[in-house]
């Protein structure tokens, strides 16, 4: 059985409303350990929309934060084990991000990937860029995973004609760093994937299941209303985990996303975690 962990982007309000109490709620719903969004950054178009939508709240959490709140989080029982951030703003920070993370006991860091469309020689830049980050994560013992949105499993040509998709190729074109991947299911649903299917393909590359739900008939509906807790929607989460359980890693990690809506994050978040319970160790 394995740990559930959660993005807290999904209960930013919450937790900027009452921190230790939303925290102490998501424990003792079953979450032992979170992945948070830094100010390493996100994209700012996605960053504009979660601050209009939650009256001007910020989502991420400082450097400086995660420093002050490490302690208490350890001694509630909960863990900080991985941090989203920007490809593009670590670039030029990778030292220094690979130093916070050894020195707090972080994990892993993920990052989504930048929007080129089918352009094979967009995606093999983007490709170089993360080997040169990842080679110095990958020295200081930090993993460095894929997280996916829909719009990455555009199906990329090379020159030969045969056609992957972007998430593919750029985790195939990162073998040397040992890139993993955070398989969000529900982006990978709402693209039409064949989940279980593409958790064969990628293998022991997929580390981290990103768990979402998305609402039946998701595609007529407006993206912040399609999203509804894990089990109660479109995505295929027996499929998903038994394909998981036969072809991941065998340490894969599993851990909540429920994408900022107009719903109530942290019930939507403590029923997909009692759905997980026969997948998770509570």
């Not at 995660?66 to 990778?94: K, P, Q, T, Y």
């Amino acid at each position: 059985m394995k740990r559930l962990g959660i993005q807290t982007l999904g209960v930013f309000r919450d937790l900027h409303a009452d921190l230790w109490g939303t925290l102490a709620t998501l424990r003792d719903g079953g979450v032992s350990y979170l992945e948070v969004l830094t100010d390493w950054g996100a994209d700012p178009a996605m960053l504009a929309k979660y601050r209009a939508i939650s009256g001007g709240i910020e989502s991420g959490w400082p450097r400086t934060a995660i420093r002050e709140r490490l302690s208490r989080l350890r001694a509630m029982g909960l863990a900080l084990e991985g941090m989203f951030v920007s490809l593009d703003r670590i670039e030029s920070e990778v030292d220094e991000l690979a130093a916070f993370c050894v020195e707090l006991g972080i994990a892993y860091v993920v990052f989504s990937p930048p929007a080129v469309g089918d352009d094979i020689v967009a995606c093999r830049s983007v490709v170089e860029k993360i080997l040169s980050v990842g080679r110095v994560l990958k020295a200081a013992g930090v993993e460095m995973v894929l997280h996916d949105h829909d719009t990455d499993f555009v199906v990329v040509h090379d020159g030969s004609g045969a056609g992957k998709t972007l998430y593919e190729r750029i985790l195939e074109g990162c073998e040397e760093i040992g890139l993993g991947a955070e398989l969000d299911v529900g982006w990978a649903t709402y693209a039409g994937v064949d989940v279980a299917d593409l958790i064969r393909r990628l293998g022991h590359r997929v580390r981290i299941l990103h768990v979402k739900d998305l609402a039946p008939g998701f595609a007529a509906m407006e993206r912040e209303r399609i999203y509804v807790p894990a089990g109660q929607g479109a995505c295929d989460y027996p499929a998903a985990f038994a394909a998981a359980d036969r072809y991941a890693r065998p340490d894969y990690r599993i851990v909540l996303d429920q994408d900022p809506s107009d719903r109530d994050g942290v019930a939507d978040s403590l029923a997909s975690a009692a759905y997980l319970a026969r997948w998770t160790d509570r």
